[in-house]
C-alpha cells in the first residue's frame, strides 16, 4: 500500500507540473496573439498613411528644373 500511495503522489505530482506549463503556454499563446494583432493593426494604419503620403507626393511639382545649379 505504501508504494501505491507513493505512486499515487508521484503522478499528481506531474500532473500538476503539466498543468502550471499548460496555464503559462496558454498565457503566452494569448498574449503573442493579441500582440500579433495589434501590429497588424498598426501596419493597415501606417499602410493607410503611407497612401496618403503617396498622393500629396503626386500632387507635389518640381520647381528645380529650370534652376541653374542642378
Known sequence: MHSSSMEFLATQ???????????ILAI????????????????????????????EDDEYEDFTNGHMYQ
Not at 505530482?13 to 496555464?23: A, E, F, G, R, S
Not at 494583432?37 to 497612401?51: A, F, G, I, Q, V
Open 13 to 23: 505530482q506531474i500532473v500538476i507540473v503539466l498543468i502550471i506549463v499548460l496555464v
Open 28 to 55: 503566452l499563446l494569448i498574449i503573442g496573439i493579441r500582440k500579433s494583432y495589434k501590429l497588424k493593426k498598426e501596419n493597415e494604419r501606417l499602410d493607410k498613411m503611407s497612401e496618403n503620403l503617396a498622393k
